[in-house]
């Protein structure tokens, strides 16, 4: 007579990783580049990157098989906001004076 036994396996959780997950895996394979950096665009690299992490719950929405491509996308409106900051503070000491 012979016996099998058969393993219970419990799966729990997700199959795929979550969108936060994938980012934060693809924002882990920049360490040796951020390391190479020199100090004022390694805080460049961070302002970036949190834009990212900002930006993720939009970037959920984003059908992306490639992680990379929200995450240009939240690092550009992270530029463009930065620079529309700039211009209204442009704006408002011009019409201070």
């Known amino acids: 007579?012979?016996?099998?036994?058969v393993a219970r396996i419990n799966i729990m959780g997700r199959t795929v990783p979550t969108w936060r997950d994938r980012i934060e895996s693809e924002i882990?394979?920049?360490s040796r580049f951020n390391r190479a950096l020199n100090h004022g665009d390694r805080i460049a690299l961070e302002i970036l990157i949190e834009g990212v992490r900002n930006r993720r719950a939009a970037g959920g929405m984003m059908p992306s098989v490639d992680p990379w491509k929200p995450m240009l996308v939240s690092m550009l409106l992270e530029c463009y906001s930065k620079i529309?900051?700039?211009?209204?503070?442009?704006?408002?000491?011009s019409s201070e004076r």
């Open 84 to 93: 529309a900051e700039l211009e209204r503070t442009l704006e408002d000491l």
């Open 28 to 30: 882990g394979t920049l």
């Open 1 to 5: 007579m012979i016996l099998f036994r």
